[in-house]
């Protein structure tokens, strides 16, 4: 039997997407393999195009899981979002069954079990330019991080500012009015596509999350 001579731990990321997560996860001193139903073809890790739900999980010191959030996203209309499934407590059911550490990432509305929140003003405009606010389920102690809109200083009136856009769409909006290398660069990802951007979290979310989690498997 083969055995693995990588000193770090392996991380299952379902539902990956193109890798935001698993950046973050990576970043913090795992070795990370990411799951999808779509082909990714961006994704920086080692990929496999599966269904999350019935993809096996063995092999594996820690498991995240990102399942779809148009269900209760409030990007999406309410008369739409029924159309969208929800795949929280299914996603939830099959990771408990494995005894491992494991974290469920969504959006703020989602039906998650004590979650802690980070946005992502907490790290301050050097490292990201987006406030965006995100849920951690775990089964081990997590801590979240709280927002610091102050730091961010919005144009007013709210005009573009070519000059400092990325400020800008922190606290005031102005998305639609970036390219998309200063989307990635507000999000701290230089290798995806402008979809692929707006369905990922900035690495620096799992990061943060996965330096506990590596803690707590260690300890």
């Known amino acids: 039997m083969a055995v693995s001579v990588s000193a770090r731990p392996r991380l299952l990321d379902l539902f990956c997407g193109a890798g935001g ?7 913090a001193g795992f070795d990370v393999v990411g799951v999808d139903l779509h082909h990714q073809p961006r994704y920086p890790f080692q990929f496999v195009q599966a269904d999350a739900l019935t993809f096996t999980l063995d092999g594996f010191d820690a498991i995240h899981a990102s399942p779809p959030c148009q269900r209760f996203s409030k990007s999406v209309d309410i ?12 996603t939830r059911d099959r990771l408990v069954t494995t005894g491992l550490p494991y974290v469920i ?14 946005c992502g003003s907490a790290f301050g405009p050097d490292v990201l330019q987006v406030a965006r606010h995100r ?9 979240g ?21 990325l400020r800008f769409v922190a606290v005031s ?8 290398e200063e989307r990635g660069r507000a999000m701290g990802i230089d290798w995806m596509k402008d979809t692929e951007l707006s369905e990922s979290i900035p ?17």
């Open 173 to 180: 909006g102005g998305w639609q009015h970036l390219s998309l």
């Open 203 to 219: 690495p620096a979310y799992t990061e943060y999350v996965g330096r506990q989690l590596l803690s707590y498997i260690s300890a």
């Open 105 to 118: 990432e969504n959006v703020p509305q989602a039906p998650l079990i004590d979650p802690v929140r980070i």
């Open 135 to 143: 849920l951690f389920e775990s089964n081990v102690p997590l801590a």
């Open 21 to 27: 997560a698993s950046m973050g996860y990576h970043r």
């Open 145 to 165: 991080l709280p927002c610091r809109h102050e730091l961010y200083v919005p144009q007013y009136p709210p005009a573009w500012n070519r000059k400092n856009p």
């Open 79 to 90: 008369a739409d979002r029924a159309k969208h499934p929800d795949l929280i407590a299914a």
